[in-house]
Every structure is written in C-alpha cells, then in structure tokens.
C-alpha cells in the first residue's frame, strides 16, 4: 500500500494567514488523492479529490495542488479563520484499487484569532 | 449530516466480551467501509464491502468480522474483547464505482470502550 507523510506536528497559524499543509507520498502515482478535514471525536469530512492530469483544484477558500514529478500534494486555506483550526488528512488509493484509500496520519491545524 | 448512521454512539463493556456495531450508508451507496481510530492515532482500514461482498481487507483481526446485508447496511462484530481494541469505530460509504466518484462519507463513529 503506499506510504503517506503528513506533518505530524502541528501546524499554528494567525487568523486571515494563508495556511499550506503538505502531503507527500513515496510509492507508486495514484489516480486521485483527497483531503478530510477531522474535528475531534467526530468523523472526517471530505474536502476536494484531485486527479492524476490535474495540476490544481479549488474550493471557495481551499485550493490543492498535485505534483506527481514531486510526489507530493499542497492544500491551501486562505484567509484562514479560527472555525479552521481541526486536523486535515490527505488520503489515496492502492495501487489498481480506485475506492479503498489509505489516510495519512494528518497535520493538525490551529488558526490564531 | 453526512447522511450515514452509526449506532451505538457510545459502548462500554467488559474484556473478553462480544460487541455488533451497525451502520447504515448513505441512501444509494453502494460501499461501505469500517475504520478504526484509537486515541490520538490515524485511521487504520479494516474492511471493505461492496454492494453485499467483501471488496477490501485491511489489517483486521481475526476477533473481529463485518458483512454488509441486501438492504446495504453493515455490521461489525468484535469478539473476545481486549483492553487495546477501546477506540473510534468509523463507518464510511461512497457511491458506486461506476459513478467514478470515489469520497467517502463517514458516520459519527462508535466510542467503544472495553473495562
């Protein structure tokens, strides 16, 4: 399966900053890759997939972007606002696999009023 | 409201024990998925069912089984109870495969807690 990293430390950021949360894979180039975003005690919520062939994809305050060359996925929050502050987990296939996915451990963010 | 129900919300039983924990996907979803989350861990994948049969298997224990029925719901069974397997028991479903639309939508999970 492939292995995921996510900045395991948290990441504290001022309010109406742009935050930037990375994920970086090291096997094979999935399809896809997602971003969840997880509120304690509760269960994580799908944010944007972006495919192989696309470089960027945005969402009202959310933009990701996917370099395979890199191996590696960005996920923006502009104008960051303290309703932010959860933990955000990327998340891709198996290999040949397109609906299981495998999560990374996540990067948890607060955003600072 | 992802639209998926869990239930119970919360369990606390004994070791050595056997718990079902139930959840009913998304209306017209055809996959579940079961999760488990133990304190301030990552989600580990446990299994995978589509449309009534086993799709996926993650590093389940052999304690535990799952099976999804026709009307889709699916249920988790743990048995002989250890103190290490307190945790978030998640649910997840997503639309069929041939839809190629491949998020998931999670319940709000079981609190499991074994005594």
């Known amino acids: 399966s492939q292995k995921i990293e996510q900045n395991s430390e948290a990441l504290n950021i001022q309010e109406g900053k742009t935050a930037t949360l990375t994920c970086n894979y090291t096997n094979y180039s999935p399809a896809y890759l997602q971003w969840y975003r997880q509120d304690p005690g509760r269960g994580p919520v799908f944010l944007l997939l972006i495919r192989e062939n696309e470089k960027e994809k945005r969402k009202e305050r959310l933009k990701v972007t996917f370099d395979t060359t890199l191996k590696q996925s960005l996920f923006h929050i502009t104008a960051s606002q303290p309703a932010d502050s959860a933990t955000y987990l990327c998340a891709l296939p198996d290999a040949g696999g397109y609906q299981k996915v495998t999560f990374g451990t996540g990067t948890k963010l607060q955003v600072i009023p | 409201d992802s639209g998926v129900t869990q239930t119970p919300k919360h369990l606390i039983t004994a070791t050595g024990q056997r718990v079902t924990l139930r959840c009913s996907p998304r209306?017209?979803?055809?996959?579940v998925y079961w999760y488990q989350q133990s304190l301030d861990q990552g989600l580990q994948f446990l299994i995978q069912?589509?449309?009534?049969?086993?799709?996926a298997k993650g590093n389940i224990l052999e304690r535990f089984s799952a099976q999804q029925f026709p009307d889709l719901h699916s249920e988790l069974n743990l048995s002989s109870l250890e103190l290490g397997d307190s945790a978030l028991y998640f649910c997840?479903?997503?639309?069929?495969?041939?839809?190629?639309?491949?998020?998931?939508?999670f319940g709000p999970g079981t609190r499991l807690t074994v005594t």
């Open positions: 069912y589509y449309n009534g049969e086993e799709r």
């Open positions: 209306s017209g979803d055809l996959s």
């Open positions: 997840a479903s997503s639309p069929s495969s041939t839809r190629k639309s491949y998020e998931q939508y």
